[in-house]
C-alpha cells in the first residue's frame, strides 16, 4: 500500500470506516444493490446535526465524550462540538460544516428568537464562519460574542448570532436545542445553510 494511501486510511474519522467496513461487507455478501446504497447513503447522516442528536466535545481531554448541560456554564468560553447520532453512535465528523458552537449565557440575557431555540440558556449555532467559512474558534468576553480569528467578524449568541461587526455578511445559522435525561439534545437541523452560501 502505498505510503500516501495508508496515512489517509490511518487519519480518517472512525464513523468514515465503519460505513466502509460496512459496505465491503454487502458487496461481499452479494447484497442487493438497494442495500449497498443505502450504505452509501450513510454519508448522508454526516450531513450536519438532526433533531434527536447530542453532542461530543470536539478536543480537549474529554474529546468523544458526550457533552451535558452541567459542562456548559455561565460566562464560560464557548464548546466546539461534533453532533453524535446516539443510536448508532455516528459522530457526524465528515464535514467541517457540521460543527457546533455551544455557549450557556443569562437566561434573561436572550432575545426572543433566540429564547424559543435556547434550553436553560443555552444556545447553539453553526461554527463555520459565513464569510470564508474559517471555523469560528475565538470568544470576546467583554461583547460576550464569538470571534472569527480569520478576519475578525463578530456574531452575538445572545440575538440569534447576528454578525456585530467584520466582513461576514449573516449570521450564523442556529440550532434549536432542548434537555433530555440530563442530556442536550439537537431540536432540528440547523435553521440556513452553515457555511459561506446563504442557499
Ligand atoms: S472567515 Fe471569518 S471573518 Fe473571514
Redesign the pocket.
Known amino acids: 500500500m502505498a505510503r500516501q494511501e495508508l496515512y489517509d486510511r490511518n487519519h480518517e474519522p472512525p464513523s468514515s470506516l465503519l460505513r466502509r467496513a460496512l459496505l465491503k461487507g454487502a458487496v461481499a455478501a452479494g447484497l442487493t444493490s438497494s442495500l449497498a446504497d443505502a450504505l452509501r447513503g450513510a454519508d448522508s447522516i454526516a450531513a450536519g446535526p438532526q433533531a434527536g442528536d447530542v453532542f461530543v466535545f470536539f478536543s480537549g481531554d474529554h474529546a468523544g465524550q458526550v457533552i451535558k448541560p452541567t459542562d456548559l456554564i455561565v460566562g464560560a468560553s464557548p464548546v466546539m462540538a461534533w453532533p453524535k447520532e446516539p443510536v448508532t453512535d455516528i459522530v457526524r465528523d465528515e464535514s467541517r460544516l457540521s460543527l457546533v458552537l455551544l455557549v450557556r449565557l443569562e437566561a434573561a440575557c436572550l432575545d426572543e428568537v433566540t429564547a424559543l431555540r435556547a434550553a436553560e440558556g443555552l444556545v447553539a449555532y453553526s461554527a463555520t ?1 459565513t ?4 471555523p469560528v474558534t475565538g470568544w470576546n468576553d467583554e461583547k460576550k460574542a464569538f470571534s ?1 480569528p ?4 463578530e456574531y452575538d449568541p445572545s440575538q440569534n448570532a447576528k454578525v456585530l461587526s ?3 455578511p449573516r449570521a450564523l445559522p442556529a440550532l434549536p436545542v432542548k434537555i433530555e435525561n440530563n442530556v442536550l439534545v439537537a431540536a432540528g437541523a440547523f435553521i440556513g445553510r452553515p457555511g459561506a452560501r446563504s442557499t
Do not use: D, T
Open positions: 464562519c464569510h470564508a467559512q474559517c472569527c480569520c478576519h475578525q467578524s467584520g466582513p461576514a
